[in-house]
């Protein structure tokens, strides 16, 4: 071990002095603000010019892959939340597609509604945060305040869905936990007027901004080509002309029976992706007033078979005994549990005993429906797919999310795979930042939207 030595250094002095300059080498995060305490970007600088960049993503590791394969299939769902935190409902449902489609069923058209509903919903809080914080590490602090403000008029809608804000668990493999309650419809016309106003505002503000615009136009920049090589989808793509929207061109739900369009930019840039990210909330409300105007009743769930199956049949019919009117007690349900009645699981869920937990009150009030709660929670039981694979892609805030998921034939997947939306413009960051100023740096890296917990890799 070398001897350590200390001393004082005063300006001119080093082993630069005298033999011209040399470059500066910086750790920005993973303590910086700016990098979500997750994130390094060892940069070497040219006086503020990034000549050099190494960005390290390994400061988050949780195995959430894993995890998914150590429980049943429905227990996947609360770590699917934990993904990108911010739309958490798109990966719920995108991973209970994957496993819909190795069990080969169809879920109900209500359902497939639904889904379009919250998840774009969702988009529009991821959209809003973004922008919202991008503003604000360019000084914007207005801004940051107007767009947490307008998500939070949207998470109140999800929490009245949902239950909760963050980490919601709605989606279940066959449909989706409760269906929508009471005057939905209403309080989310109200919501969406109160966003409109806001990025209203927000374009006011900094759309035309001379100092925003100086920070964001030419800044960052990814070609068409460069984009696609490095297999980065979502808002980034678009924002360099690409025009690939899942939800376009492999329509999944009820995407095809809704009028979108999908906004694109030019020149790539984090001006592009500021503007593209607009315009696309625009189109999340637009998709979803359109899908609650045509949302039809019916059920929520559907068989492993994908039958639509009446909820009372979930009791099994007095052992074919045809005694289910005289097994069912009546049972008024906890305030909490609105949503997860008999009608309207109907409505929302497949019809499938063998995917589908029973409704609470066929739970509570009969020994079928207790049996057949159990018999899909219990170790050993549960949903069983037939052994085989299935991959199925959503459209992310952030690009394509997708899961692969590979059944052995037992109620535990044999293995679960992601394919993030945010891994790789986060690989391609180097090639946005060398080259600029080291202030463009955080611009960048904000309009990549990083999730950390989407790089578990």
């Not at 940051?144 to 804000?165: H, N, Q, S």
């Not at 045509?294 to 492993?304: L, Y």
């Not at 085989?388 to 690009?399: D, M, P, T, V």
């Amino acid at each position: 071990m070398p001897e350590r030595t200390a001393r004082e250094l005063f300006l001119g002095e080093g082993p630069g002095a005298g033999s011209g300059s040399q470059n500066l080498y910086v750790n920005l995060g993973p303590a910086h603000p700016a990098m979500h305490g997750i994130i390094r970007i060892f940069a070497e600088l040219d006086g503020e010019v990034v000549v050099k960049t190494d960005v390290e993503i390994g400061y988050l590791h949780r195995a959430f892959e894993k995890e998914c394969e150590i429980g049943p299939y429905n227990n996947a769902i609360p770590f699917t939340d934990r993904l990108n935190y911010v739309s958490p409902l798109i990966n719920n449902f995108a991973y209970a597609s994957a496993v819909e489609k190795l069990l080969d069923i169809e879920i109900t058209e209500r359902c497939k509604y639904i889904r379009v509903v919250m998840s774009e919903i969702s988009r529009v809080c991821d959209h809003l945060t973004c922008v919202g914080a991008s503003a604000m590490e360019l000084g914007a602090f207005t801004v940051f305040l107007y767009m947490i403000k307008a998500r939070e008029f949207l998470w109140e809608l999800v929490e009245d869905v949902t239950g909760a804000r963050l980490t919601i668990s709605y989606g279940r493999v066959g449909g989706v936990k409760a269906d929508l309650p009471e005057g939905f419809g209403i309080k989310v016309r109200k919501a969406f007027a109160e966003v409109r106003q806001v990025l209203s505002e927000v374009h006011t503000l900094i759309t035309g901004n001379r100092i925003f615009m100086d920070r964001m136009v030419g800044v960052g920049a990814l070609s068409a080509e460069e984009s696609i090589a490095w297999g980065i989808t979502g808002p980034l793509l678009r924002a360099a002309g690409v025009p690939f929207d899942l939800r376009r061109v492999q329509p999944y739900w009820a995407y095809d029976r809704v009028e979108f369009e999908v906004p694109l930019g030019k020149n790539g840039d984090n001006f592009d992706r500021y503007l593209v990210r607009m315009a696309e909330m625009e189109q999340s409300m637009r998709m979803v007033d359109q899908a609650l105007e045509r949302m039809p009743g019916g059920a929520i769930n559907v068989d492993f078979e994908g039958r639509e199956i009446p909820v009372d049949a979930y009791v099994d019919r007095g052992k074919q005994g045809k005694t289910e009117g005289l097994l069912l007690l009546p049972i008024t349900l906890s305030p909490n549990l609105q949503g997860q009645g008999r009608a309207a699981q109907e409505r929302v869920n497949v019809a499938d005993k063998r995917v589908v937990l029973p409704p609470k009150e066929t739970t509570y009030g009969s020994i079928e429906g207790l049996m057949n709660h159990f018999m899909l929670v219990m170790d050993g039981y549960g949903i069983r797919p037939p052994a085989g694979e299935a991959y199925f892609a959503a459209e992310g805030a952030n690009g394509e999310l997708g899961f692969y998921v590979v059944s052995d034939g037992g109620d535990r997947p044999y293995r679960v795979r992601c394919r993030p939306p945010c891994l790789p413009p986060v690989a391609a960051l180097p090639r946005m930042i060398e080259g600029q100023m080291v202030a463009d740096i955080v611009p960048t890296f904000g309009s990549v939207n990083m999730i950390g917990g989407e790089l578990d890799r």
